[in-house]
T-cell receptor, first 115, second 114 residues
Framework: DQQVKQNSPSLSVQEGRISILNCDYT??????FLWYKKYPAEGPTFLIS?????DKNEDGRFTVFLNKSAKHLSLHIVPSQPGDSAVYFC??????????????FGQGTILTVHP | EAGVAQSPRYKIIEKRQSVAFWCNPI?????LYWYQQILGQGPKLLIQ????????DSQLPKDRFSAERLKGVDSTLKIQPAKLEDSAVYLC????????????FGPGTRLTVL
């Protein structure tokens, strides 16, 4: 039962262009969404998050969009840089009770930014 | 601020052997998580501690996996006996438990079971 799905295993973009990474979820109880970036031999690092009461959150070159009706979120990176090349994980959680803080991750998308 | 520490970084064992992993979370973080990440998949939560109590261990294979967090700080995850399908990266994460849900991950332990 894959509650969080990243259907694109990989994405390749040119430096300076926009990278768009997509994520779909099935659990309507999810109310907080996060993106993590992972370099080889390192643990995932937090990138950006969004609460379900918002539809957009920006942090520098990174913007996350949330479409609750479609149960879809996306991460936009503009402009893309070679250092952005990594695996990107989408994660979701539902607040309250014992499930608080429990993250459900997607499978990840490998982003490669070419100089 | 020091990050989440894990050891060892790599471990190779034969099936049916036992293995243990250690995690030291960020100082002051009350919540600690152990994840299993199989190649090509996202991290999957095995167990969540709040201080030294277990909050969620619904996805922990309890017939072979065990974890403890004595004194509410360091934690160990043990597998006994190991199976081939346990080959994965085991990630430890910690969080302050506040509403931002942000978890800080350690570098992980890569386990290979032969």
């Amino acid at each position: 039962d894959q509650q969080v799905k990243q259907n694109s295993p990989s994405l390749s973009v040119q430096e300076g262009r926009i990278s768009i990474l997509n994520c779909d979820y099935t659990n309507s109880m999810f109310d907080y969404f996060l993106w993590y970036k992972k370099y080889p031999a390192e643990g995932p690092t937090f990138l950006i998050s969004i609460s379900s009461i918002k539809d957009k959150n920006e942090d520098g070159r990174f913007t996350v969009f949330l479409n609750k009706s479609a149960k879809h979120l996306s991460l936009h990176i503009v402009p893309s840089q070679p250092g952005d090349s990594a695996v990107y994980f989408c994660a979701a959680s539902s607040g309250g009770g014992t499930s608080y803080g429990k993250l459900t991750f997607g499978q990840g998308t490998i982003l490669t930014v070419h100089p | 601020e020091a990050g989440v520490a894990q050891s060892p970084r790599y471990k190779i064992i034969e099936k049916r052997q036992s293995v243990a992993f250690w995690c030291n979370p960020i100082s002051g973080h009350a919540t600690l998580y152990w994840y299993q990440q199989i190649l090509g998949q996202g991290p999957k939560l095995l167990i969540q501690f709040q201080n030294n109590g277990v909050v969620d261990d619904s996805q922990l294979p309890k017939d072979r996996f065990s974890a403890e967090r004595l004194k509410g700080v360091d934690s160990t995850l043990k597998i006994q006996p190991a199976k081939l399908e346990d080959s994965a990266v085991y990630l430890c994460a910690s969080s302050s438990g506040l509403e931002d849900n942000e978890q800080f991950f350690g570098p992980g332990t890569r386990l290979t079971v032969l």
